[in-house]
């Protein structure tokens, strides 16, 4: 039986790091517990073997679709490969309606069913919906650094991104090889990648956006060029931005361009950097922040923490934007 007041959570795909980092979140949470968590590979061992300072006997289990949606929990987070969502997410409609779902996934981004959530730029779209898509990570950082001037663009924005290569998931390929990596920056799906046509869908503008991955484990460094309509200069625009993000504790903007070494492991994002073409009409502008975190496990806690009535930050550590 849970304690008045708390609610439970389960995490299917909870060998991946997004999942070890949201099994973290919960189990420090004041108000969640985790009902189950799910993994295929480390069915039957103890949670406490794998993730540092988590307290409890509680066990991986291997649940599929519709083991997962009989388990009664209130949320169920979806840490899968993009395509694998579908049968749970239907089990789940099936069996029990009414808990909340949020899908790590790319699957459901593109649905307008489903509320998409990045918090800072759609809280107000929210209304009660029990089915959240998560944005994606590089997708979190472009829309962060180019919402602030949306109304002033005056062509499709580029945007140049390198992740660490935990963004690559667990599964070993060439992206996640620190070896391989060693010395290099590996591009990757330059056009058409599932961020970009994302980041278009939502922001309603067209976005070009180059991948490439980094020998770091963790952090994502976002450089966005947007060409404008009128002539700005870089106290005009740094001003857009802190009135844009002036109440978001989430959300740092700094006069130079952030680094990416101060926003790994913290739950934050950082912009800024802001530079101006001498003729005013071209801006650039750096966003940072943890794949894992902010592009992962903490927006998806900030979706499960309004989806269930808590306050949005609630079990999230944070300071200064961080």
Known sequence: MSAPGVRTVGIVGARGHTGAELIRLIAGHPALRLAFVSSRELDGERVDAH?????????????????????????????LPNGKAAPYVAAIDRAAPATVVVDLSADYRFDP?????????????????RRISNPGCYATAMQLAIAPLLDALAGPVQAFGVSGYSGAGTTPSQRN????????????????????????????????FMPHV????????????????EAFDAEAIAGRYRARYAAEPLVAVTDEAPWVSRIAGRHGAEVGGFA????GRRAVVVATLDNLLKGAATQAMQNLNTALGFDELTGIAWEDGA
């Open 113 to 129: 069913d489903w509320y998409y959530g990045l918090p800072e730029l759609t809280r107000a779209r929210y209304a009660g919906q």
């Open 214 to 229: 980094a020998p770091h484990f963790r952090g994502i460094t976002l450089t966005a060029n947007l060409h404008l309509r």
């Open 51 to 79: 993730i540092d300072g988590f307290a409890g006997d509680l066990r991986y289990g291997n649940y599929g679709p519709e083991a997962a949606a009989a388990q009664g929990a209130d949320a169920v987070v979806l840490a």
């Open 177 to 208: 090889d620190p070896a391989l990596l060693r010395d290099n920056l590996m591009p990757y799906a330059l056009v058409g990648h599932v961020h970009e046509r994302e980041v278009s869908l939502h922001l309603g503008a067209p976005v070009e």
């Open 276 to 279: 101006v073409a001498p003729d």
